[in-house]
């Protein structure tokens, strides 16, 4: 096997490994949260507890996306395959990409075409694929002349290929082009955002067209993406002198090529004001490094500039990529621990404050002992007293009551003998004499 991809491919195994083993202890972490058994205390880690669960999922089934850009006829594809290690998409002078083509792994070949008019994805051949979904350079340039897309009820096709770098968590993404349409301009974008790295095919013998420039500066500049810029064909520089045997025409066309490269993209790809070029532009030749690697498996793809591509992509990929990644992960348990910790020091405090309220109830009891019982003896008071002036109150009734038949003859005898005596010799008072006795009777009883 290639050193380069060897080392990428356990570099990646690695990361892989990683990824599952933080997932485990993520899901340990939701397990531990879930058995919290005060209600109050689980309904405040519910947010947390979603958090982990997606930062879960995306560890088990995160991938790299490498999203390939760059204009028409600059060996889109044919890098991909040689990527790759096999003639997967069509590839040659006269055919194009029509579609955005995600390639990831899968143990069987095929292609799954998502349409965006409602209808079900078709599932097909990768042969069936090639031939129906590539159109002739003429025909494309006739779409992009019109603004339109080739097949424009198509939203993406995703193909699947038991690849041992795709088998590492690896998605390319093919594009068909950078002609700027309006709706594969917002198609292209969004790929953009979603990938991890773009890898802008260039040509050697065409450093940084006008179309390129305005792209890389439409779509590219100050989005935050990493970009490899790789220009291909760089075998063919040395073809086009007129003495292609001489180092020394060689060595200068080639500086000469580098430094106009090196001074058209640099505002592409600078660090905190430092020149990275090495690290993200290479000189590579595509299709002598397929031609390599379908002839033999074991091809050091010497003099393709693969190698020192791969090596730089998987610096990239597993230590700086993936640490942050992974530094967005322990961002969130973090955030998870420092609430769990928050929590768990107001409920220390919280049982502190009750032990010192009970403390403080037990230092007070006796003194409500002691007025619990002045209230006993205040309300037995209270009672002696009410049952003695009930007793007293009853005495004076009854002692009235019982005198009332003696004082009634007199007291009535007496009024009626002065008032009443007169009138009854007088027939004709009759009614007024029902009044006065009924006078003296009311003045009586009250």
Request: aromatic fraction near 10%; charged fraction near 25%; include cysteine.
């Amino acid at each position: 096997m290639i050193p380069a991809f060897h080392q990428l491919y356990q570099d990646l195994d690695q990361v892989i490994q990683i990824r599952f083993e933080i997932a485990d202890h993520l899901t340990k972490i939701v397990n531990r949260l879930s058995q919290v058994r005060n209600d109050s205390i689980r309904l405040s880690f519910e947010g947390n507890i979603k958090d982990l669960d997606i930062a879960n999922k995306n560890l088990k089934s995160d991938v790299f996306r490498l999203l390939i850009l760059g204009d028409k006829n600059r060996g889109k594809t044919t890098f991909l395959n040689a990527l790759i290690g096999d003639n997967l998409l069509p590839t040659g002078m006269h055919l194009s990409t029509a579609t955005f083509t995600v390639v990831r792994y899968g143990q069987q070949g095929q292609a799954t075409i998502y349409f965006n008019n409602g209808q079900e994805p078709e599932k097909i051949n990768i042969e069936t694929f090639k031939r129906r979904y590539t159109v002739p350079y003429e025909k494309n340039h006739q779409f992009e002349f019109k603004q339109e897309l080739a097949f424009p009820h198509i939203d993406c096709v995703v193909l699947e290929y038991p690849s041992s770098l795709l088998e590492k968590k690896i998605e390319i993404i093919d594009s068909p082009g950078i002609n700027e349409t309006e709706v594969l301009s917002e198609i292209t974008l969004n790929y953009i955002h979603q990938s991890d790295a773009v890898l802008f095919i260039l040509d050697a013998l065409q450093p940084c067209t006008l179309t390129e420039c305005r792209y890389l500066d439409n779509y590219i500049k100050n989005r935050g993406r990493t970009v490899f810029f790789l220009i291909n064909a760089w075998d063919k520089v040395r073809q086009s002198l007129v003495n292609p045997d001489d180092p020394e025409q060689i060595n200068e066309a080639e500086g000469k090529l580098r430094l106009t490269f090196q001074t058209k993209l640099f505002k592409y790809y600078p660090v905190e004001q430092q020149d990275i070029y090495d690290d993200r532009v290479f000189e590579i030749s595509s299709l002598k490094a397929l031609r390599q690697r379908l002839k033999t498996s074991d091809a050091t793809l010497e003099a393709t500039g693969f190698p020192e591509f791969i090596t730089a992509l998987n610096t990239y990929l597993t230590q700086k990529q993936a640490v942050l990644e992974l530094q967005q992960v322990k961002t969130l348990a973090d955030q998870v621990y420092a609430h769990l910790h928050q929590t768990v020091e107001r409920r220390i405090l919280l049982v502190q404050q009750v032990d010192r309220c009970q403390r403080n109830i037990c230092l007070v009891k006796p003194e409500f002992e002691r007025l619990d019982d002045i209230c006993q003896q205040v309300q037995k008071s209270i009672r002696e007293i009410k049952d003695k002036c009930t007793d007293r109150i009853a005495n004076l009734y009854r002692k009235y009551f019982s005198s009332l038949p003696q004082t009634f003859d007199m007291d009535i005898t007496e009024q009626l003998d002065i008032k009443l005596r007169d009138i009854f010799k007088n027939k004709n008072n009759k009614e007024t004499a029902e009044k006065i006795i009924l006078h003296i009777f009311e003045q009586y009883l009250n």
